[in-house]
Every structure is written in C-alpha cells, then in structure tokens.
C-alpha cells in the first residue's frame, strides 16, 4: 500500500498551480512586459506632450522596477511550488497559514490593486488569486475530514 504522505491531495496541486501562474507572471515581468501599457497611461491621464516630456526618463526606471517586481512574483511562485511539494502536502496547519497569508499579500493584493486601477489584467489576477484561495479552502476540508476518519478508525481518539 502507498504511504499517503507520498499522495499529491487536490490542495498542493491547486498551489502548485499557483505557484506556477506566478512564476509565468514574474517572467512577463522580468522579460516581457514594456514599461508602459497603454492601461498605465489612461491611469496616469497623460497627455501626449507629458508622456514625451517623462516618457524616456519614466521608461527607463519603470524597466528596472518591473525587473525586480518580475523577480519577487517569480520567487514568490518558486516558494509557493516548494511549500506544495513539502509541508503544505503533509497536511502541517503551519503551511496552510503560511500559504494564506503569502497569497492575501502578494496575488490577493495584486489582484485588488488592480480592480482598484481597473487595470485590463484584473479578471486574469482575479482567477490566479482564486486558485489560490481554492487551495488554501481545500486544505482546510481536506484536513477536517482526514481528522474525522482518523476518529472513526480510532475511536480511543475521541474525547
């Protein structure tokens, strides 16, 4: 019989897919994003002679701060890949706290920022933020009904 701590339970694998969204998010970023989208520039109310005034300037830092936000949202998937892989599979309460929090702060927050911008990705980071919430509400139904079988087998448990 299969030990079940080698079993991949429905909660890692929606937080390895999160994890993996973000580590495509934190590629655009670094490799593929311009420094301005024309979202950026509605946002901004630019005018067409300010944006020429700034624009080389702006272009310029605003490549740097995306490269380093691309490689942030890249760790941040990495790490979220690993707690799946790891202690979030087995179940530990610690990770499913620690994956909360870190989803609520990185692609929770993302994605709120966005619908506050009403940037044109908004639905996009919705979802991945989604995803995450899954795995974490996952968690939590998986780990009450494992504690409720583990009381059936083991009736000495109950108290």
Known sequence: MRDTRDRW????????????????VGIYFLFLRPPLLPEDIRYMSLTPAELQSVGPRLMSWLTYVFRVMGGYVAA???????????SFRDHRPVAAVGAGVAGGLSIGLMAAVN?????DFKWVLLGMALVWG?????????SAL???QSRVRNPDLRQ
């Open 9 to 24: 339970h429905l909660s890692s694998m929606l937080l390895a897919v999160s994890g993996t969204l973000l580590v495509g």
């Open 76 to 86: 941040t998937g990495m790490l979220a890949l690993t707690l799946a892989a790891t």
């Open 115 to 119: 619908f506050m911008i009403q940037s």
């Open 134 to 142: 899954a795995s974490i509400a996952t968690f939590v139904r998986e």
């Open 146 to 148: 494992a504690s409720r």
